[in-house]
């Protein structure tokens, strides 16, 4: 009898521990979180300044982000990047020869971009059910073509802008989040139109960099809204998928249009617990 009631004593305290703990890792919030995601995509450009024709991209990619969440302060820290043909339908595909008779090549554009970016957002709502953060960010978009209108094709895009990013808490593994970004300053760096031309004297970079010039929300748009649904499966672990999509509009010296839709799954690692307050 008292092996038995020393069995479920022991049986009782070993429940409550493992009640109390599981109730302490509900009660923590992560300080800190990194994320990495592979993206699929797709781009439609039209730049006039390069070339008449609309090119399509279908895109692979990864993205590496870091957040670090204190109170109702948030830092993030990212990057990524992105490679894919550009398909011009208009064109079809297009061999060249450089001698009649001669061997043929096929002229695929392809395409490298990716971005850098920092921001900080402060915390408006936080509570069981939802959070709202509004902050700032800077973001340095890069984009590099081979072979686009015979040609080398880049554009540089720094931006600094707001940022608005909505949580929706359903329950304790379930997660919606909504974010939506637009830059408000902006310093773009794009090949000049007379870079089709032959000009032997002039550096490509040299023209890349007299094409630059800084610009406002009122000029140049690019606004980009983001959905996702993030699934907590473990204290330490999430996976996220996501859909982005941004336009871009700007038409200095020449308009350039540029749309991306974005698919993006990823996984998140939790760190750096505290209670929650």
């Known amino acids: 009898m008292n092996r038995l009631l020393k069995n479920l004593l022991a049986a009782g305290c070993l429940l409550g521990g ?4 599981f109730s302490q890792t509900k009660s923590e919030n992560p300080g800190a979180e990194l994320t990495v995601s592979y993206l699929r995509g797709t781009q439609k450009l039209h730049d006039l300044q390069a070339s008449p024709m609309m090119y399509f991209t279908d895109y692979n990619g990864i993205n590496l982000d870091y957040k670090r969440m204190k109170g109702r302060n948030r830092w993030e820290f990212g990057s990524e990047a992105k490679t894919g043909s550009m398909i011009a339908p208009a064109l079809g595909t297009r061999e060249f020869q450089f001698e ?14 990716g971005e850098i970016r920092a ?8 509570n069981e059910k939802q959070e709202t953060y509004l902050g700032v960010n ?37 997660q919606i989040l909504g974010d939506f970004q637009l830059p408000i300053f902006a310093f773009v760096a794009r090949m000049p139109f007379s870079n089709v031309v032959s000009q032997p004297e002039t550096s490509q970079f040299k023209s890349f960099m007299s094409g630059s010039t800084f610009t406002s929300v009122n000029q140049f748009q690019q606004p980009e809204i ?7 499966l473990a204290r330490r672990s999430s996976l996220e998928l996501g859909y982005s999509y941004d336009w871009l509009h700007y038409s200095k010296p020449q308009t350039i249009k540029k749309s991306n839709h974005e698919l993006g799954l990823s996984w998140v690692y939790h760190f750096q617990f505290s209670p929650a307050k």
């Open 100 to 113: 009649e008779g001669g061997e043929g090549f096929l002229l695929i554009p392809t395409q490298y971009f």
């Open 119 to 126: 921001g900080y957002q402060r915390g408006l709502i936080q």
């Open 18 to 21: 493992t009640t109390l703990g």
């Open 138 to 174: 800077l973001r340095n978009q890069i984009h590099y073509a081979d072979g686009l209108a015979m040609n080398t094709w880049a554009m540089n895009l720094l931006g600094l802008g707001v940022r608005y990013t909505h949580l929706l808490k359903l329950g304790t593994k379930h």
């Open 226 to 232: 983001r959905i996702a649904y993030r699934y907590r």
